[in-house]
């Protein structure tokens, strides 16, 4: 007897996992948001979501299943212990935006790699079933606006900017196990880490023979985060099934160290782009060293599906913000209350026409926000849309992949009550492969 184990898998897994860790790392000095609001708080939260649930409106919490096979689900890691194979996700993330304001309109555009996910079963075919794993990369959060001014002294006009970038992001690993028939619990163990720049700059022609004044606030975050996940999956008969989930996280604390640096610039005419050179840093400043309250969560979902056809579900979410420690001036957080409902239909799993084996996604979802501005409270909505495209089988049947597209097509704000109406296209591309990894096999 012959006992062969194959390595190959293992090390293209750690290969891409290493090079979207140096793409993540790289973006942590730039963001893809684009969003006014993303000055408030630690910026936009991107929420632990693949493109296979963005695509139903982001229901996460009851789903353990899509197409009758095990999902990798980060939002609720009680779903790890139905991995039956093990699971690679990677994919990017694109964002169209249109800000518009008083008759004033912007559009902005921006993509980058938007996340790595591994998952795998602990279980043994003729063994106990000790549940599963995932561990994975993905952004948390980014920031990024920009609003200028032109403003004069003494007949020299000179422009004013408030420009805020950077990003937040996650390292996790997470475990879901089975007690005992029917019922699952897991938690992630997550590691936020990025800055997030705000940048006050006043900028003079270069005919002024004046020197420009940029002061950077760097807010340097670091810390360890955990959330939890439980899920009841009960067959009905005739292949109706029904999954109901809660997931949530305590009030995570993470270090926050803040620090001010004040650098002289000069327009410099003869460049493409007439950017400013540095003449010299006039002051640096460390301001803060302190802890930061990410909000305290509680998601609760239902999801019903027939066989490997279709799947309907909701989710309902409540995230507390107001216990996290605001900088001076910025209006305190508060509630964040949303519902999300979505599904998804394969026409025919059995067919020769590639159309019939589509997995074919549809969703909504409302926000009542966190953020208020101008004594309004601000709410996000957004359609959302998404395909599953099954790639050719390959290995006798035991490899298994799919290309996921999703779009959100969505509204943040409103130009009432002199704020900014943010219409935006979120659009995430992942590709997923399902494979028997560390499986030994023999012959004689």
Do not use: C
Request: proline share 3%.
């Amino acid at each position: 007897m012959r006992e062969l184990f194959s390595h190959s898998k293992t090390i293209i897994a750690l290969g891409i996992g290493l090079m979207l860790l140096q793409s993540h790392t790289g973006l942590a000095q730039s963001s893809t948001s684009h969003s006014p609001y993303s000055q408030f708080g630690i910026g936009q939260i991107r929420e632990d979501l693949l493109p296979q649930t963005r695509a139903m409106g982001g229901i996460s919490t009851g789903v353990r299943y899509q197409g009758g096979l095990p999902i990798l689900n980060i939002a609720n890691p009680a779903s790890y212990s139905a991995l039956n194979r093990t699971i690679l996700d990677a994919g990017l993330y694109g964002n169209l935006t249109q800000l518009e304001k008083s008759g004033s309109v912007g559009n902005t555009a921006d993509f980058a790699f938007s996340h790595f996910a591994f998952g795998f079963s602990l279980n043994k075919s003729n063994g106990p079933k000790i549940g599963g794993i995932s561990f994975g990369l993905l952004p948390y959060s980014d920031v990024g606006y920009n609003t200028a001014a032109t403003r004069q002294i003494d007949n020299i006009s000179y422009k004013t900017s408030l420009v805020g970038e950077g990003g937040i992001n996650k390292a996790y690993v997470g475990y879901g196990v089975s007690p005992f028939k029917g019922f699952s619990i897991g938690g992630n163990v997550g590691f936020l880490f990025g800055n997030l720049y705000d940048k006050a700059m006043v900028e003079f022609p270069y005919e002024a023979g004046m020197y420009n004044t940029v002061q950077t606030l760097t807010r340097e975050t670091r810390g360890a985060t955990f959330d939890y996940g439980a899920q009841y999956f009960k067959s009905l008969g005739n292949q109706w099934n029904i999954t109901i989930g809660y997931s949530g996280s305590l009030n995570n604390a993470v270090r926050t160290k803040t620090s001010s640096l004040v650098t002289l610039t000069q327009t410099d005419p003869s460049t493409e782009n007439v950017e400013q050179v540095a003449k010299d840093t006039s002051a640096f400043e460390p301001l803060s060293n302190r802890k930061i309250n990410l909000p305290l969560k509680h998601n609760f979902g239902i999801t019903l599906s027939k066989g490997i056809n279709w799947s309907v579900g909701a989710d309902f979410k409540y995230a507390d913000w107001s216990n996290f420690q605001t900088r001076e001036g910025e209006p305190k957080l508060g509630k964040n209350l949303g519902f999300a409902v979505g599904g998804q239909f394969k026409p025919d799993a059995t067919s020769n026409k590639y159309l019939n084996v589509i997995d074919y996604r549809v969703g909504f979802r409302y926000n009542k926000s966190h953020i208020t501005v101008n004594n309004h409270r601000l709410t996000d909505m957004a359609v959302t849309v998404g395909l599953g495209l099954p790639l050719p089988e390959t290995n006798f049947g035991r490899t298994f992949s799919n290309i996921n597209i999703s779009a959100e097509v969505g509204q943040l704000g409103t130009m009432n009550h002199n704020l900014v109406r943010e219409r935006y296209i979120n659009l995430n591309l992942g590709f997923t492969i399902n494979d028997a990894w560390f499986i030994r096999r023999s012959y004689d």
